[in-house]
Structure formats: C-alpha cells, structure tokens
C-alpha cells in the first residue's frame, strides 16, 4: 500500500526545486550541521557494485573566500591571454561573496574496471540530486554550475583528482530572499514517454 502523504512530500520537494544564482543569495550562513546533514543524503545515492563514487570538497567561511580567489587564479593562469576577460576574472573571485558553503561534487573513479564510467557518473550525479532535494526541502538555496573552471584540468590538478576523476559541478549553497519561480519544462512529459 502506498503511503500517499509520503509521495506528495517527495513530489513536491522534487518540483519546487530550483537553481537560484549565487548573486540572489543574501549571506546567510547554513550551519555546517545542516551541510553534513545533506552530504549524509548523498551517501545514499543508487550505486552499482557499492562502489559509491561520490566525493566532495566542502569550503565554508575563509576556505570558501580563498577558494574564490583560487579560482580566479586559476581561470586567469589557465586561459590564454587573448582569450582570458578581466569581468570573468571577478565574477569568479566574487562568486562566493553571499554563499554560504560550496561543494564541489566530484566523481571519483573506482577500481573496479568492470563498472563502466557512465554509471558512476549516474550514481555521483544521484548524490548531487538527494543534496539539491534536501536542500529544497530545508529552505536552502542551491546552484549547480559547471561554469568557470569546472571542466578544466587545472581544477583537477589543484584539487589532486586523478586522470580518469571527474568534477562533476559546483554546488553554491546559501538563503535567499528572493520568491521562488515557477517551474517550466519546455517539453510535455507525453512527448518524452513512449508507453508499450
């Protein structure tokens, strides 16, 4: 038997879920407890083989304002001279201004050659997701980026991740004060579902 009042919850922390840009947080901090609580949520992510390839680094308070100068640092170290911009320099030196902590989600690599890199990459994007949903739930405001340095090798090198790694996003965690928008999907779910 289905224990509806526990599907309509789930339902609605899943559609009320909303990326919100670092630049719409307002600076207050979500205690470090609340962080741990949402990490314990992506421990239970699906998993194949029980390798769980999740893996974060977790900045707060000075680590979190070093970190957006590294970043910087190393956009600018890393990108040509005629292609690097003074504006992206400073939008990711003050990506970090009114968050309260960032994750950065990563994809390790297991040892076990027989689970293909596509499903760790599924079961650590899972992880990512329980954190986004129970940030919803709480309140919290989130952001996934892929942005700046994301994709970048010298990210992994700073990071000390190895070749076969992977970063999976930047996850921006804090309050807002906006309103919350309303969803849109582009698509209809019909158009997306074939039933046999």
Do not use: C
């Not at 670092?22 to 314990?40: F, H």
């Not at 979190?64 to 600018?76: P, R």
């Not at 309260?100 to 050659?113: D, E, F, Q, W």
């Not at 928008?181 to 579902?193: C, H, I, Q, S």
């Amino acid at each position: 038997m289905h224990n509806n009042d526990q599907f309509l919850q789930v339902e609605k922390t899943i559609k009320n879920r909303r990326s919100i840009g670092w630049a719409k947080m307002n600076g207050k901090q979500v205690p470090d407890e609340t962080v741990n609580q949402l990490l314990a949520l992506a421990d239970w992510a699906p998993t194949h083989g029980r390798t769980e390839p999740w893996y974060f680094f977790v900045y707060g308070g000075d680590a979190l304002k070093q970190f957006g100068k590294t970043h910087a640092d190393l956009y600018w170290q890393h990108t040509a001279e005629d292609k690097r911009q003074e504006a992206t320099f400073e939008k990711l030196l003050h990506n970090v201004d009114l968050a309260s902590h960032l994750i950065i989600a990563v994809m390790k690599r297991g040892a076990n050659p027989k689970i293909p890199q596509l499903e760790e990459i599924a079961a650590a994007s899972a992880a990512v997701q329980n954190i986004l949903l129970g940030a919803t739930a709480l309140g919290i405001a989130t952001f996934w980026s892929t942005g700046g340095m994301t994709n970048n090798p010298a990210l992994k090198d700073h990071l000390h991740l190895g070749a076969d790694d992977i970063i999976l996003g930047l996850l921006y965690l804090g309050y807002t004060d906006e309103p919350a928008k309303d969803g849109v999907r582009n698509t209809p779910l019909a158009e997306k579902v074939k039933w046999l």
